[in-house]
């Protein structure tokens, strides 16, 4: 078989009918570009120039096939040849998809080569493929900043790109600000062309928060600031649902009086599409912004403020946000005559989280005489109105606390278990003591046996009780939390000091400094492991303080025997 990249079968196969094709259309040349083999090629073409402008089924000439596959040397020479032959038309051919060599130049990264063709076909700018992306666009969404800093100097190059957007689009989502600056000062026209979701650059800059790119707008046009879409959204509230501060900031100093209102909902703000989408950092940004602060009592069509919608979503954050401002009002009511506080005895599924109590306290401290506020009685009419379902669920966490727990404790069961029977230092084989600890005089070996005793009794008690209790009554089910917690967690502190006594036992004697830092760093195992567990209420009393947190939590669990069982468990 003849290899058409070989140097040493080329005479022979220059003897052929270099014109023949392949059932795809492919000549001899084509497929030589495909594989990049520079040499056939070059003297392919000077027995039979034609084969330069033959093309496919593909509608590909060789120059196109060797731009796609990213061949820029072989591209280079091809050009530079169809060039010294005046074929001009070759140079602007294009495959079946519309693009050009200009185009696969660039989706290829070969700047040299596209700038060669630049230079060679002016013309290529103009292309558009079937999916609407002219080189510039391309260049700008690769990141090509020579390449499209130099079709912009073609004064009719093509600026379209997909899904109707265009070489300002792609700048703008990319943070490009010389190009974005250059793109403005030659067609500024485009700043206000807007793509199939109707976003202009400028919306997008703001989307993806792209400060830069902003500032050259603006500085460009301040007039872009103050843009609403055919939706109703200015820019301020896009730059609010996703919390893009910096964006907000930038365009506030150019455009003072920036629109904030929905155009179609004159009620909704940014501050409510801040709140909406817990932007913490955009909402204390409004409130810190002398002409903004005014939104935190606007209300929207439903007569509710920001407040009310941070209740209602039980976010801590927003809500503390919102009450830090020194104008709000918290006794606004909504077209249902309910303050944002009353909107809490609502809020049933927040009712042992965490989140929802420290709402509440945040808005006692707004308003202690509030009583709108729900007290204790929200939570006895919880208990009242308790349904199928909050049954069947509390069913299923019970199961899984005792599923659980069973395991754990026969695990410490058997791990205990196991240990008796492998004592540390082994047995003595000595006459007259066969089968006797060989450490059993030693302290340490005697914690260790007393240790493991007790953990392995507490874990079987634990198990049983998990096998056996009567968790189906609730009045049960308390005490049985109560013990089984306990019980496990002696179980297991009693059987990490048998693993530290046992190792002190064996260690000791040769190796002190190691044993003692063992049974440190075991000591440290309980702490770092109820830490862990109280982390978020030790997080909660340190945000709430000591007083607050004490009425809260401290008379809740009094209160509530039912309710705290399921928190116990978690």
Known sequence: MLNIGDPETTPVFMASDLGGTTPAGNTCVHISCIHGHIVFCMLALQVDQSLLSKVNHEGETPLVIAAAHGHANLASLLLKRCNDLGLQDTILCHDKDKSNALHHAIRNGSMDLAIQLLEAAPALSRHVNIYRESPMFMAVMRGFRDIALQLLEIYDSSHAGGFCRHALHAAAKNGDQVIAAEIMKKRPQLARIADSNEDTPIRLAVCYNKVGVLREFLQHDISLGYEVNNQGFTLLTSAATRGHVGVARELLNHCPDAPYRHVHHQELTCLHSAVQNGHTKFIEFILQTPQLQRLVNMQDSSGRTALHYAVERCNPRTVAALLSCKGIDTTIFDTHGESAASLLSGITSHEKNLDWKEVQVLMLKADPKDDDIPSDNLHKEVEQQETIESIKERKSTTQRYTTNTSLVAILL??????????????????????????????????????????????????????????????????????????????????????????????????????????????????????????????????????????????????????????????
């Open 413 to 570: 069961a058997t791990i205990t278990f196991t240990a008796a029977f492998t004592l540390p230092g082994g047995y003595s084989s000595d006459p007259g003591s066969e089968g006797i600890p060989i450490m059993s005089k030693k302290a340490a070996f005697q914690a260790f046996l007393i240790f493991d005793t007790l953990a392995m009794c507490s874990a079987f008690v634990v198990a049983v009780i998990c096998l056996m209790g009567r968790w189906e009554d609730d009045r049960f089910t308390s005490y049985y939390i109560t013990v089984t917690k306990r019980l496990t967690w002696f179980a297991y502190m009693a059987t990490l000091a048998a693993f530290a006594a046992g190792l002190y036992t064996v260690l000791s004697s040769r190796r002190h400094w190691m044993a003692i830092g063992i049974c440190l760093l075991v000591g440290f195992c309980p702490c770092l492991t109820w830490l862990i567990s109280k982390w978020p209420i030790l997080k909660l009393n340190y945000r709430l303080g000591r007083r607050w947190f004490s009425m809260l939590f401290g008379d809740y669990r009094v209160r509530q025997p039912s309710s705290s069982v399921f928190r116990d468990m978690v």
